[in-house]
């Protein structure tokens, strides 16, 4: 069996001890195991700091997004064999796969090519300079210069190559050296993505590091220089924020945690409309696609009671029609959870929800012996408790009709990544994206005109990521806005030449 080691100041190396083995969800064979017992992850952080630090901050972003575009090329070249990691390791179907793969090589692109903008500067020149006094020469300027610590990335099971690309792209770019923890469960894409970025030799030492297996006390070892972003459950993200050292330093933690997201089907629309059509096929395509293991997928589908009947009909047909089983066959459509773990949690997420409702597809079991697979299950609630507060993170939607004001019924989830409205009747959408706009990090608008939308569930590089409350309070990517969290900005007062001077090596 493969033995997962860690990539930690400048070489690979195995923890000691038996430690988690990695199954095939679809057959439950081991494939490999990962232990980080006996690493000395004090000394990973300090390799980071002082050897990776320092000789990214040398390079210019245009530098640094070069590294990224050659991190990018490696991870193309090695596509196939990563695929086939996540298709074996995950539970995906090959289409779920290339999300995970591709959406990574995106990533890293779409910054190599922020790099490129951001030209030879090696920090950000952030907005003009004020003059403070009566005198022109009494000066002010805000820098934003990257952090003297390092970034230690902790990642959720579901995006392995995705969840490591979008956080060191943005990392990188801004100058800071990255530790990065991939979810033990799924990691064997993750490994050998870093594999094939450290043996191309792409990056300065130290720049990227990454440890396999439990996390142990790493975030515990972290300093006020330092910043630790993670996405996982929000129980999780909550231990973390509240450990001493954290709390102590200041240390800059940003958190991408559990969510309730809304699909909202306008007043306006008609029962199979090309604006309908959309809805119905994004809502089954977020329930679906990963065994809805995805953090933006739609949970909750709040469409008008004149039209309940509609979906409901539409909705329960297409979900039943979903073929469940080994990604390896090309006729699946969903593959299994990723875990023994995530099967427990999806079959009792969904008996909650079958005591606030009915349920109207989905069986209430695992439906083989071998291997982690459930069928869709979709729960029609007029009121309830847990619709809007226990996430069910996997195939597992509930239909909640309304009369008017879905916001204030969208609000109840206290927080969401995404919600996403179809409609075309322009005072519904003002209204609508008022009320929804102040609980959620992106609104996406659906319209049938818009050719090859990838859907509410796909995040952009170009566009925030994160969302208040209960998705963790958290902000990654959006271009040039996700370089801030690794960004100190600093406010420098004085006489107008020295400043100005000092600005130079900015970018504005
Ligand atoms: P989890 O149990 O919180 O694990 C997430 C990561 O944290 C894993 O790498 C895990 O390592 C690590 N971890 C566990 N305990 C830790 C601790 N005490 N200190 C530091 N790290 C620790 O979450 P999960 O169940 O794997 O992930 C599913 C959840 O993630 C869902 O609720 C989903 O909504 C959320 N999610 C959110 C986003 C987003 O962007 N907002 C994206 C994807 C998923 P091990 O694997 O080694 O235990």
């Known amino acids: 069996m493969q033995i997962l080691e860690s990539y930690l100041a400048g070489r690979w190396i195995r923890g000691t001890g038996e430690g988690q083995a990695l199954l095939n969800p679809a057959t439950e064979a081991p494939l490999a195991a990962a232990s980080s017992e006996g690493l000395d992850l004090a000394a990973a952080l300090e390799y980071a700091r002082n050897t990776g630090g320092p000789a990214l901050r040398a390079l210019s972003f245009a530098e640094r997004g070069a590294l990224l575009q050659c991190m990018a090329d490696a991870l193309q070249e090695a596509r196939d064999e990563l695929l086939a990691l996540n298709m074996q390791n995950g539970g995906n179907t090959r289409s779920d796969a290339k999300f995970d793969v591709d959406g990574a090589i995106a990533t890293l692109l779409a910054y190599a090519e922020l790099g490129a903008a951001l030209g030879a500067g090696k920090f950000l020149v952030d907005g003009e300079g004020i003059q403070l006094g009566r005198s022109p020469r009494f000066h002010g300027q805000h820098l934003s210069v990257p952090r003297h610590g390092v970034a230690v990335h902790i990642n ?20 800071m050296p990255v530790l990065s923890k991939p979810a033990t469960a799924t990691a064997m894409a993750a490994h050998r993505a870093m594999q094939v970025i450290a043996e191309a ?13 439990s996390p142990r006390d790493l975030p515990a070892l972290l300093g006020a220089q330092d910043v630790l972003a993670f996405t996982g459950s929000g129980a999780t993200g909550e231990r973390i924020r509240a450990l001493p050292n954290v709390i102590r330093h200041s240390v800059r933690v940003n958190v991408e945690a559990d969510s309730l997201n809304a699909a909202v089907l306008g007043p306006d629309v008609e029962a199979r409309s090309d604006m309908y059509e959309l809805f119905v096929k994004d809502v089954v395509r ?21 039209l309940l009947g509609a979906v409901r009909e539409d909705l329960v047909e297409m979900l039943g029609a979903t073929k469940v089983g080994d990604p390896m066959n ?25 005591s606030e409702g009915e349920r109207l597809a989905g069986n209430p079991t695992r439906i083989s012996e071998k291997g982690y697979f459930v069928s869709p299950g979709l729960f029609e609630i007029d009121d309830g408790k847990a619709v809007h507060e226990h996430e069910v993170f996997g195939p597992v939607a ?72 209960r998705a963790g309070g958290g902000e990654e990517l959006g ?17 107008r030449p020295v400043l100005q001077s000092l600005a130079k090596e900015g970018t504005a």
């Open 286 to 306: 977020d329930i679906t696609q990963k065994a809805g293991q995805k953090c933006t997928a739609i949970r909750r589908i709040l469409v008008p009671r004149g």
């Open 201 to 213: 030799k792409i990056l300065p030492e130290g720049a990227l590091q990454m440890l396999v297996g």
């Open 479 to 495: 271009g040039r806005r996700a370089l801030s969290f690794y960004l100190q900005r600093v406010a420098l007062e004085g006489s």
């Open 330 to 354: 090309e006729e699946t459509r969903m593959g299994p959870l990723a875990s023994e773990a995530q099967l427990k949690d999806v079959l009792s997420g969904m008996e909650r929800l079958a």
């Open 398 to 469: 509930s239909l909640l009709p309304y009369i008017d004001n879905p916001a204030a019924i969208v609000a109840r989830g206290n927080g969401g990544l995404v919600c996403s409205l179809y409609s075309e009747d322009s005072a519904f959408i003002e209204q609508a994206v008022a009320g929804l706009a102040p609980w959620h990090g992106r609104i996406y608008l659906g319209h049938p005109k818009i050719e090859l939308s990838p859907g509410p569930g796909t995040v952009l590089p170009q566009l925030v990521h994160g969302g208040p409350g």
């Open 156 to 175: 959720a099971f579901n995006f392995p190559a995705w969840g490591l690309a979008e956080k060191a792209a943005a990392a990188l770019l801004a100058g």
